[in-house]
């Protein structure tokens, strides 16, 4: 495989990976809840799915989200709809309860990396959001 840079990336990959880990140590919450979390993110941001396209946009399988999906509904946080192209299938939606409680998760989320960014300035937190976004959009772009 040819990189289009020289540089050695494992550094990057390595620091990419620290923060990951040191993000979800720090954010409340059992494995389980941040993976209920994490989908009821997806969902937010690319709703109404079906539970086979969620589960293909947040890289699980798909017993492990229909797993997750009946806590979620359960919670009352996601509900189901009939998906209008197609009778058989049904499309998962956000409830309002759920848009309050990722709501409340992210709140408490960037209290932490308040924290954690507090003695930063507003240039290197605006230059740390500006390479994260332009990472993202260049992952996605693969």
């Known amino acids: 495989m040819v990189h289009a840079t020289n540089t050695d990336l494992t550094p990057l990959a390595d ?11 720090r954010f409340t919450g059992s494995e389980q809840d ?10 937010t941001a690319a709703g109404p799915l079906r539970a086979a ?3 293909e946009r947040a890289c699980l399988d798909p017993s ?5 999906l009946g806590s979620l509904e359960g919670d009352g946080y996601v ?6 192209d197609d009778g058989r299938a049904t499309l998962l939606q956000v ?3 759920g848009e309050r409680f990722l709501a409340e998760v992210r709140e ?9 960014v507090s003695e930063w300035s507003d240039k290197d ?13 260049d992952l996605e772009q693969l």
Do not use: E, G, Y
Request: net charge positive; proline share 3%; charged share 25%.
């Open 15 to 25: 620091a990419l990976r620290d923060v990951f880990m040191s993000a979800r140590r």
């Open 34 to 43: 941040k993976s209920v979390i994490a989908l009821l993110a997806q969902l």
């Open 53 to 55: 396209d969620l589960a």
């Open 64 to 68: 492990t989200v229909s797993r997750h």
């Open 79 to 84: 509900d189901r709809t009939p998906d209008p």
């Open 95 to 97: 409830t309002s309860a």
């Open 108 to 116: 408490q989320r960037i209290a932490v990396l308040s924290d954690a």
């Open 125 to 137: 937190i605006a230059t740390l959001t500006r390479l994260n976004r332009r990472l993202a959009k």
